[in-house]
């Protein structure tokens, strides 16, 4: 009877794996991966009358999924910026028939609403604990990896390879190649790489900074500086050959901030000092310089005075049309007033979010932002260093990505990254991943473990006692697949 029963037992045992296989394999994580891997792809999918990038089409067919799950909780609770980011995007359609725009609303306001709320949701889904957040840096540090071989070429070369493979292609219409549009920057071209402008390939450059050297630093195994900086050579470099000031700004203020805390980790008032010290120097470039603060620092950091000198331009007549447009804005508009000698763009995306959107969508915006840096800044983590770094560098990511977005435009996928990484950043504050358990640290502390082999051990220990508590507090009911016991060490 036995044996006749075991090819049974073992069969019920293997489809009950497949199936909690399968649940994994089209899990959160794995979304999350296939939608990074969407801003190696240079085109957009010709679906009848309308253009898709595939990175949308991934938020189209989850996001509906996503929605159901967060209205039943399958996220832990309601969070504020969870309805400040729905208001925003739905008053998107709201602006656009405000304005005598509804036949905008389906096809342009739709896919805003996409590409902003289903992306905060598909953050919130697929970062829950520090395991998801590791698997997240990991697979955006080598999308970006991947990406810099590319911008060495275009750069140095003018050798353009992505955008070419994809022409031709069935359904596709790829970017246009921008590459030697532009005159050179410090003897070097302006890389795209799978990118629909420099400027966008240089800020998703930046996003993976201070997530590869900063918080990586207690990730399992331990990777050291140098392993950190090979790591994260695709964020820097790409940021470089990029030659976006708005990225080179995002990188160095992440930078920046990293030495900061470093040197002066052991002072708790740091950070006081250095807001205090920010307030001081912009008083003094005020007092000292004949032309306006925000102008002076504006040629500080721009590669030629004249595009700083435009930028300024851009917010004075922008910001008037925000003054005679406060309410709904002027929706999806296509020329706004300006000097005759200006370009039409607007390199400041918090300024164009205003105008189309009025002070009610702006404020939409920036107070989920304000709320989310808000909370985690508040956040101790003095017991949990891993956490900490977590933290930190979702805030020094989170700050400079809002300044940088004051020089820059955002569009296609950049702007939807920028959604996932403060949906992904609600997790730090909505658990208590801050407490190390006290068996671990015990363990730590304990003399007899003071040997190299056992303080791995401890130290993986330590880890996943932490990963499980994690996993408890944050998804116990809520869970998107059954949970399997895992064995050992967390894995990279």
């Known amino acids: 009877m036995t044996s006749n029963a075991d090819p049974l037992g073992r069969l019920s045992s293997a489809r009950t794996g497949t199936l909690a296989t399968s649940r994994e394999v089209l899990s959160r994580p794995v979304i999350l991966a296939l939608f990074l891997v969407c801003a190696t792809q240079p085109y957009g999918l010709e679906v009848g009358s309308l253009l898709i990038g595939p990175y949308r089409l991934i938020l189209l067919l989850i996001g509906p999924i996503l929605t159901l799950q967060w209205l039943l909780g399958r996220f832990g609770r309601w969070l504020l910026p969870d309805f400040l980011i729905l208001g925003y995007a739905l008053w998107i359609l709201v602006c656009l028939a405000a304005n005598g725009q509804s036949g905008r609303i389906i096809e342009w306001g739709g896919a805003l609403f996409i590409d902003t709320f289903f992306a905060y949701l598909l953050g919130r889904a697929a970062i829950r604990n520090r395991r998801d ?11 970006l990896l991947f990406l810099l071989p590319f911008a060495i070429l275009e750069s140095t070369q003018n050798l353009v390879i992505l955008i070419p493979l994809v022409e ?60 950190r900086l090979i790591l994260s050579v695709g964020s820097y470099m790409g940021t470089f050959f990029s030659l976006s000031a708005g990225a080179i700004i995002s990188i160095l203020i992440q930078g920046g901030l990293i030495i900061w805390n470093w040197t002066l980790r052991g002072w708790r008032q740091r950070w006081y000092a250095l807001s205090v010290g920010c307030l001081v120097f912009y008083i003094i470039v005020a007092i000292v310089s004949a032309r306006p603060p925000a102008l002076t620092l504006a040629r500080m950091v721009a590669f030629s005075p004249s595009t700083a000198w435009n930028r300024y331009m851009i917010w ?5 049309e925000v003054a005679r447009n406060p309410i709904f804005g002027m929706g999806n508009f296509v020329e706004w007033q300006r000097a005759p000698w200006m370009p039409p763009s607007i390199d400041n995306e918090w300024l164009l979010t205003a105008m189309r959107f009025g002070l009610v969508g702006i404020g939409l915006i ?7 840096l808000y909370r985690l800044i508040r956040k101790n983590f003095s017991t949990d260093p891993g956490m900490g770094a977590i933290r930190d560098a979702f805030v020094f990511t989170l700050i400079s990505l809002l300044i940088a977005y004051g020089t820059v435009a955002a569009w ?27 068996a671990a640290a015990g363990a730590a502390e304990d003399p ?42 967390p894995g990279d």
């Not at 004075?316 to 008037?320: I, N, T």
């Open 448 to 489: 007899d473990n003071d040997t190299p082999g056992r303080r791995r051990a401890s130290r993986h220990t330590q880890q996943a006692q932490i990963d499980a508590r994690e996993d408890r507090t944050a998804a116990p009911k809520y869970s998107r697949f059954t949970p399997h016991p895992r064995d050992g060490p």
């Open 366 to 372: 920036m107070g989920a932002f304000a709320y989310v």
């Open 133 to 143: 957040f590791y698997f997240f840096t990991r697979v955006l540090l080598y999308v």
């Open 316 to 320: 004075q007549f922008g910001s008037a």
């Open 168 to 227: 031709g292609l069935p359904m596709v219409r790829p970017f246009d190649i921008v590459v030697g549009h532009h005159p050179p920057r410090l003897g070097l071209l302006r890389a795209q790489t799978g990118a629909v402008h420099p400027i966008a390939y240089g800020v998703t450059c930046s996003m993976g900074f201070s997530f590869g050297l900063a918080a990586l630093a207690y990730a399992p195994g331990r990777p050291g500086l140098g392993k």
């Open 412 to 438: 296609n996928i950049q702007w939807s990254l920028l959604l996932v990484l403060l949906g992904g950043a609600t997790w730090i504050f909505t658990t208590e991943a801050g407490t190390r358990p006290e």
